[in-house]
């Protein structure tokens, strides 16, 4: 539908799939109070318990799915109200700027500057400094991950206590992998889909975005250094078995490489973090789906 609309000039496909994914009001929680912030000039909603509590309470820094491109804080209203209801944590949910309209690293810089305010000013809120974690779905995850790993050698804030990174997007080196070989076709959202995320969140357009899929992009020698982090080679044989399919190297592009070089900074594909980075990480849970 939103390439219908498209093609007839009523709107974009970017402004039609905002429409249909924008979250409805939801009245008064009896539970919590709810209020909508600025951390550092970033908009954000906090989600506090009304009942007593012993002692600090948990933190939650959440960052919404969306691709970069969708999402806000009404769409996962109901998302955010149940972890603080059902943790009795201090949630919140960070609205960062939305690409294509904000390029890398807008996102991330508000999603840094957001959690950096929080932390330093966790006794407001009334949460525990050894107890706070940050949260995200697809591109969240992506931001969260990124996040931590920004903040792990910072001896002037707080240590994480955890992330959970819930089918993150942690690298785009390579979309040939056995998983997106396997799920091209599923919904909802396809290799191609994927890579046109990505490219919108770096450059604001998706050009160039055959070339990534085919992986001209990565020089031959910056795909080696990486190849023990995004390759086959680290998954075990049976996950290789169903749908995977050795390709063809492409010729690499040096023009394709010079528009996403970026690509290869951590804090676009936190997967490319150094070990010395991932050693210094909190407790991470990882869901895949």
């Given at each position: 539908?939103?390439?219908?609309?498209?093609?007839?000039?009523?709107?974009?496909?970017?402004?039609?799939?905002r429409?249909?994914?924008?979250?409805?009001?939801?009245?008064?929680?009896?539970?919590?109070?709810?209020?909508?912030?600025?951390?550092n000039?970033?908009p954000?909603?906090?989600?506090q318990?009304?009942?007593?509590?012993?002692?600090?309470?948990?933190?939650?820094?959440?960052?919404?799915?969306?691709?970069?491109?969708?999402?806000?804080?009404?769409?996962?209203?109901?998302?955010?109200?149940?972890?603080?209801?059902?943790?009795d944590?201090?949630?919140?949910?960070?609205?960062?700027?939305?690409?294509?309209?904000?390029k890398?690293?807008?996102?991330?810089?508000?999603?840094?500057?957001?959690?950096?305010?929080?932390?330093?000013h966790?006794?407001?809120?009334?949460?525990d400094?050894?107890?706070?974690?940050?949260?995200g779905?697809?591109a969240?995850?992506?931001?969260?991950?990124?996040?931590?790993?920004?903040?792990?050698?910072?001896?002037?804030?707080?240590r994480?206590?955890a992330?959970?990174?819930?089918?993150?997007?942690?690298?785009?080196?390579?979309?040939?992998?056995?998983?997106?070989?396997?799920n091209?076709g599923?919904?909802?959202?396809?290799?191609?889909r994927?890579?046109?995320?990505?490219?919108?969140?770096?450059?604001?357009?998706?050009?160039?975005?055959?070339?990534?899929?085919?992986?001209?992009?990565?020089?031959?020698?910056?795909r080696?250094?990486?190849?023990?982090?995004?390759?086959?080679?680290?998954?075990?044989?049976?996950?290789?078995v169903?749908?995977?399919?050795?390709?063809?190297?492409?010729?690499?592009?040096?023009?394709?490489?010079?528009?996403v070089?970026?690509?290869?900074?951590?804090?676009?594909?936190?997967?490319l973090?150094?070990?010395?980075?991932?050693?210094?990480?909190?407790?991470?849970?990882?869901?895949?789906?």
């Amino acid at each position: 539908q939103g390439r219908i609309l498209e093609k007839t000039g009523l709107c974009s496909q970017i402004t039609f799939g905002r429409y249909v994914r924008q979250g409805r009001k939801l009245g008064l929680d009896p539970k919590l109070f709810i209020q909508d912030l600025q951390f550092n000039e970033v908009p954000v909603r906090v989600y506090q318990p009304k009942a007593t509590s012993d002692g600090p309470r948990r933190g939650i820094l959440f960052f919404h799915g969306g691709g970069w491109v969708f999402g806000s804080l009404d769409t996962y209203e109901n998302v955010c109200r149940y972890l603080s209801r059902e943790s009795d944590s201090v949630v919140v949910s960070v609205q960062y700027r939305l690409a294509p309209e904000h390029k890398y690293p807008a996102a991330y810089e508000d999603c840094l500057n957001a959690t950096q305010h929080f932390l330093q000013h966790l006794e407001r809120y009334g949460v525990d400094p050894a107890r706070v974690t940050v949260c995200g779905d697809s591109a969240g995850g992506n931001l969260a991950a990124a996040v931590s790993q920004t903040l792990a050698g910072r001896a002037d804030l707080p240590r994480l206590r955890a992330q959970i990174l819930i089918y993150p997007g942690l690298q785009a080196l390579d979309f040939n992998l056995p998983s997106y070989q396997q799920n091209q076709g599923v919904p909802l959202l396809f290799r191609e889909r994927a890579a046109f995320f990505a490219l919108l969140y770096l450059n604001g357009d998706a050009l160039h975005m055959q070339e990534v899929l085919e992986g001209s992009h990565i020089p031959p020698d910056m795909r080696l250094k990486y190849r023990k982090w995004v390759s086959p080679d680290n998954i075990p044989e049976e996950f290789k078995v169903r749908g995977v399919k050795p390709l063809r190297p492409t010729d690499f592009i040096a023009e394709v490489y010079e528009t996403v070089k970026r690509f290869c900074e951590p804090n676009l594909c936190p997967l490319l973090a150094e070990d010395s980075v991932v050693h210094q990480l909190p407790e991470s849970f990882i869901r895949r789906i």
